[in-house]
């Protein structure tokens, strides 16, 4: 017990265990982040439905969605995929999520395409509009972002575009050090039966990334998780957007389209494939 105790409180190195299915491995957990996607009014594992729906209504009005070919990574229940769709375009959505994936397929998009898998690894479709929203982005580290960014520039042609949001560094400030335990830490949202969770929050200044580390111990077994998330400045995402093959427009607020105005609220950038 102290070995693994000793292991789960040393800090790690940055974005060791930097695993983007790890979250979505367990049944029940995909079940549970399925509900709080659901859930319209709080904005835990997506935004708020309304504001689903102001940003929805910026990228078409930005880009014209009508006719066009979407491919949403990381689509969830397809609540984005949903609205994309009511603008005119073609939809396919890739996530790792089986129960998501099937809420889209079922009730949120019937007319989508959706696509289990890692858009890290597994076959891009052709588009001529790639979305990755909700900080998905901040939540991998440089060198998984350039090879994201390298796979999509390959599915769209010179003046498609690329849409992503990300938390900035006002964010990190925020976060603080800590740790706890409790008997089903989470009110349950890690097993369906007992099990006592453990979770590490460590910060790496000198990288604006923040790690919340979970040990989730049942009576037959237990698991890791590392919960990664880097605040990125938006001249820095353009530079890695560049190097790759786009040119940014200017930060925006995320939600709204409106010029970001610095601070803690999410901006999001209009990348244009060269």
Known sequence: MFDILNDFTARPALFAGFDTAALW??????????KLHLAPEHGIAS?????????CRWIDAEIGLAGTRLTDLGCGPGLYARRFHAAGTRVTGLDLSAPSLAHAREVACPEGRFVEGDYLHDPLPEADVVTLIYGDVCAMPEAARHRLFGRVRETLPPGGRFVLDAFPPAGFDAREEGAEIGRRLGDGFWAAGDYV?????????EALAALDRYLIVEPERQREVFAWLQYLAPARLAAELEACGFESGPARDAVTGAPWEGGERPYALVARAR
């Not at 491995?25 to 399925?34: E, F, G, N, R, T």
């Not at 969770?197 to 200044?205: M, N």
């Open 25 to 34: 491995a367990d049944p029940h957990v995909a079940q549970q982040m399925l």
């Open 47 to 55: 935004r708020r439905h309304a504001e689903i729906d102001a940003m």
């Open 197 to 205: 969770g453990l979770r590490a929050t460590f910060l790496y200044p």
